[in-house]
């Protein structure tokens, strides 16, 4: 049992299953509580919530097209069927990959998958593993080692994972990742489509398309969501991370409103120029999608050999391809909360910078700001019915509210707050230090030639002041012309003193001729 515990320190152990074992609470050390948790098993809940969401969208978008090729508007058919299609097909794929389906005898899930159905029975799946776990003791498969967070202090501490929990897990990093894909190839351009065409055809098929709008901005909120959530737990692996409902709340205020301002944003400036929202969108798309490749060349670093065992380089390269333009879709819309690192095994910058996000922020603000004058100056007359200098107001508020949002999450509700090296605080202090720095030197170098004049015109003045110690004596002022020297108050000192010398000897003298005589 001794061995058991100290090879659990050490490392993941994976364990045939075997006769359960007994639960040790504490070694002997007293650094790792051994914790058994077969029986709780959660409800898959994000699996659930992400297989309503795609669904109700898939249903709505099928909805709309049939309504646009009644009314023979195929161009919002068209996109409105392609922006539904293309991110149903990369979940599949997505969905394949991670189960690694390929090599298993599973003709009625790959069929599924081909019916674009695999979400659907992905998540009966899940359902029918939690509905099972618990019912019979499960032997456990590994022991998860972690750190839980408890007043600022990492406590290590072990899990036995069973069957059942494995399984789910394996769903719902599935799901994470779906939720994403789905969120934003698929429900970002689809909301930015549908709120061009309710601006252009003058609010036809309204209720069909507002219904659409709804989902597709839940969704993009909930993938932001889980991107979020899903770069804290990549960056603190170590630890057993819980977020907090007030996180989340924070979280969902911060994400909506940064997702809304963005879009209207792009909208507007799409229905007043046209053709200019080609080029803004395709630099945005191609900067984000560059920008992790040109650091990977800069830092000459390889590709990460442990994406997938069976992939050559070529496969490598199309898999990062496909991670850095996911990455560069999320990032034109909102921010992606991680930076990608091309040359290391997870993909992930592990150190958050903060000069980062405040440069990046900074200019997705002036963007959007941009974006919204040019409106102004060239909107249309369909708006001379709405107040446009209080809708480009709204925007700047709404997204400074965003911004404010972040910032109280990383301030106050982060779940790894307290790990972190520096913080909001620290940064905005030390910006502030820097920009008031060179404010300082500017009055301590104003201040120096003042006091220099001040030295100057004052210092000839206490060389002629008379000594409190001796009233008696008088001093008298030479005119400028005739200035002593600088040591010549000491020399008149001198003179005084061999004078009062004389003539003390002068007076001794005197009277001893007097005695003599």
Same mark, same amino acid.
């Given at each position: 049992?001794? %061995?058991?515990?100290?090879?659990a ?16 609470? $504490?070694?002997e ?16 809940l994000s699996v #659930?919530l ?24 195929? *161009? ?21 990959? #991670?189960? /690694?389906?390929?090599?298993?005898? @599973? ?11 695999g ?10 593993t939690?509905? /099972?776990?618990? @019912? ?18 990492g406590?290590p ?15 719902? !990093? ?34 069909? %398309? ?14 932001a969501?889980?991107?979020?959530v899903?770069?804290? !737990? #990549? ?6 991370? @819980?977020?907090?409902s ?8 911060? /994400?909506?409103l940064?997702?809304? *301002?963005?879009?209207?944003?792009l909208?507007?400036?799409? *229905?007043?120029l046209?053709?200019? #929202?080609?080029?803004?969108?395709l ?11 040109? &650091?990977?060349?800069? %830092? ?10 069976d ?23 909102c921010?992606?909360?991680v930076?990608? !690192? ?13 000069n ?9 603000f ?27 107001v709204q925007?700047?508020?709404c ?5 404010f949002f ?14 972190? =090296? =520096? ?46 110690? =001796?009233?008696? &004596? ?10 002593p020297?600088?040591?010549? =108050? ?10 009062r ?9 005197? !009277?001893?001729? $007097?005695?003599?005589?």
């Amino acid at each position: 049992m001794e %061995r058991k515990d100290t090879a659990a320190e050490n490392e993941i152990v994976e364990v045939q299953p075997q006769q359960h074992p007994q639960p040790a609470s $504490k070694p002997e050390n007293g650094d790792v509580v051994l914790v058994i948790n077969h029986s709780q098993v959660h409800l898959p809940l994000s699996v #659930i919530l992400a297989t309503v969401l795609w669904c109700a969208e898939v249903v709505c978008a099928s909805i709309l097209s049939k309504l646009y090729h009644d009314s023979e508007d195929d *161009t919002w058919m068209g996109l409105t069927i392609a922006f539904m299609l293309i991110p149903a097909v990369l979940i599949q794929l997505t969905l394949t990959f #991670i189960h /690694r389906d390929l090599g298993m005898d @599973r003709p009625l899930v790959l069929f599924m998958h081909m019916l674009m159905l695999g979400p659907l029975i992905r998540c009966i799946e899940a359902l029918v593993t939690y509905g /099972r776990a618990g @019912r019979q003791e499960e032997p456990y498969v590994t022991i998860s080692r972690k750190k839980k967070l408890k007043k600022g202090k990492g406590l290590p501490m072990e899990w036995e994972i069973g069957h059942s929990e494995r399984r789910l897990a394996v769903h719902r !990093n599935a799901f994470k990742r779906t939720a994403i894909i789905q969120a934003f190839l698929g429900s970002t351009p689809q909301l930015t489509l549908q709120l061009y065409v309710t601006i252009q055809e003058k609010y036809v098929f309204f209720h069909a %398309r507002f219904i659409l709008m709804i989902i597709t901005l839940v969704s993009i909120t909930y993938g932001a969501l889980v991107c979020s959530v899903l770069a804290i !737990n #990549i960056k603190y692996d170590e630890y057993k991370v @819980r977020v907090r409902s007030h996180a989340y709340l924070c979280m969902v205020l911060w /994400r909506g409103l940064e997702i809304a *301002t963005r879009v209207v944003s792009l909208v507007l400036f799409c *229905t007043a120029l046209n053709l200019w #929202i080609i080029p803004v969108g395709l630099a945005n798309l191609l900067f984000f999608f560059f920008l992790p490749w040109v &650091e990977f060349w800069v %830092r000459r670093g390889s590709l990460p050999e442990n994406v997938e065992k069976d992939l050559s380089k070529v496969g490598t390269v199309v898999v990062l391809s496909m991670v850095t333009l996911l990455y560069a879709c999320i990032n034109v819309f909102c921010w992606s909360a991680v930076q990608l !690192n091309l040359a290391d095994h997870d993909l992930i910058e592990k150190k958050p910078r903060w000069n980062r996000v405040a440069l990046y922020y900074s200019a997705r603000f002036a963007e959007n700001v941009l974006l919204t004058v040019l409106w102004y100056l060239y909107k249309s007359d369909f708006y001379e019915y709405v107040c446009a200098p209080l809708l480009v107001v709204q925007l700047v508020v709404c997204y400074g509210l965003a911004v404010f949002f972040m910032l109280l999450f990383y301030q106050f509700c982060h779940p790894c707050r307290n790990l972190f =090296h =520096h913080n909001v605080e620290d940064f905005l202090s030390c910006f502030c230090c820097r920009r008031s720095k060179p404010k300082e030197k500017d009055v301590e170098e104003q201040r120096e030639p003042s006091l220099t004049e001040d030295k100057e015109e004052a210092s000839p003045e206490p060389l002629l002041e008379p000594a409190k110690e =001796h009233p008696p &004596e008088s001093v008298v002022q030479l005119p400028p012309d005739d200035e002593p020297p600088p040591n010549a =108050h000491v020399d008149q000192i001198g003179d005084r003193e061999t004078d009062r010398v004389e003539d003390l000897v002068d007076t001794v003298d005197h !009277n001893s001729v $007097k005695v003599e005589a």
